[in-house]
């Protein structure tokens, strides 16, 4: 049997009123629920360098915004094609009922990458979604930070770690949405028996935000606009391998789940990564 223990945090550290709740399943028999109010710790890391020229008002961050860090890979789409090293998905997503990626469904226009979900003919009129992952790059230890936004509820969206050998879990996801405008998550998966930990961040998806990811083999660190949200600490909980990362829509229409009654686009102005200095 699973055991549930659930922290929900209020907090104003990121601009406004948020909520966030934490979640670990463990084996075992009891649940457990409390609460309590704190502030977030005052960090600041990467969200961009202001650029009104910018689809989201900001440019990516410096060679250097990271403290012992140095950037590795910037991409601020800028073109008209989906960039060398990303692969664009088709076919059935797995776990997802009657999901469907779609090739078309990804674009790059405006400079912006735009996921896109829409009622497509040349699927049966059936909902289709976009998603690729950065496939032509890995990384074993790295920093994140991906500027993107959603124009509205349906289907899960994701920015996520995948295991470069497709071995999973392990995953890191730092930004997924569950098919709502208001709340997302980041959740780590772990261990053959697939151990779960979730956060919970209760927050504007319509507007722009930089999503940050600090992975070392100590911690795993989750930014929005520059604040914590969350961190795991514990070595055996983090992955230890080299990963990709993924962005991607999914719809499970054919069960009354995260579907969409409007198209949808998850948003991307850019990506910046960085890796450790040595």
Known sequence: MIAVTTIAVASAAIGSLLTLMLTSRFNAG???TFAVTTSLPPITY????????????MAPPGSNALA????????????????AGWNVFYGIPAGAPGGQFGLAHVV???GELQLNTWR???????????????????HLYAAYFVRS???GAGPNEAQLLWPAN??????????ESGGSNFVTTW???FGAANHIIQQRLRINLRAWHTWGIIWTANAVTFTVDGDVWGTVSDPSQIPHMAMRMDFEQRTECAIHQQCPAAPVSMLVDWVAEYSPDR
């Open 187 to 189: 959740t780590m998966h």
């Open 46 to 57: 990467p969200v961009g360098v202001p650029d009104v020229r910018e689809p989201s008002g």
């Open 149 to 151: 936004r959603s124009t």
């Open 120 to 138: 497509d003919p040349a699927y049966h009129g059936n909902w289709v979604t976009g998603g690729l992952c950065q496939c032509g790059l890995f």
């Open 108 to 110: 790059v226009a405006g």
């Open 30 to 32: 009891v649940t457990t």
């Open 68 to 83: 012992g860090y140095s950037r590795s890979y910037v991409n601020d789409f800028t073109g008209t094609t989906v960039p």
């Open 166 to 175: 497709d071995q999973w879990p392990p995953e890191i996801d730092f930004n």
